[in-house]
């Protein structure tokens, strides 16, 4: 059982950064890949990066490459959303996900694949 919180979402001007965290519980949180989405009132909830275990493979929606990176520390059982450069598009509501992972270079990049998620942490971007 893993449980996931989010936290660092919040307001910002169109062209800022926020930076999400996701503190895991467990300690096997080395041997899960892990998983950003994001969801708006009304719509299905949207890949936007993921990681493996190892930290060695890593995938990005086409409309947030160049803008947000994903990172883990599992010193720390925590992963990381840097979002530079955001836009008024960005503004939702962002959930962490974890996904049990055989090998450590596997990444998951559907909502289904993963097998626990956070509560979610609000993004807005005003522009």
């Known amino acids: 059982q893993v449980q996931l919180v989010e936290s660092g979402g919040g307001l910002v001007q169109a062209g800022g950064s926020l930076r999400l965290s996701c503190a895991a519980s467990?300690?096997?949180?080395?041997?899960?890949?892990m998983g950003w989405f994001r969801q708006v009132p009304g719509k299905e909830r949207d890949f936007v990066a993921a990681?493996?275990?190892?930290?060695?493979?890593?995938n990005y929606a086409d409309f947030v490459k160049g803008r947000f990176t994903i990172s883990r520390d599992n010193a720390k059982n925590t992963v990381y959303l840097q979002m530079n450069s955001l836009k008024p598009e960005d503004t939702a509501v962002y959930y962490c996900?974890?996904?049990?992972?055989?090998?450590?270079?596997?990444?998951?990049?559907?909502?289904?694949?993963?097998?626990?998620w956070g509560q979610g942490t609000q993004v807005t971007v005003s522009s």
């Open positions: 467990g300690r096997t949180f080395s041997s899960y890949a």
């Open positions: 990681i493996s275990w190892s930290g060695g493979s890593r």
């Open positions: 996900a974890a996904g049990v992972s055989r090998f450590s270079w596997t990444i998951f990049n559907t909502p289904t694949q993963y097998d626990y």
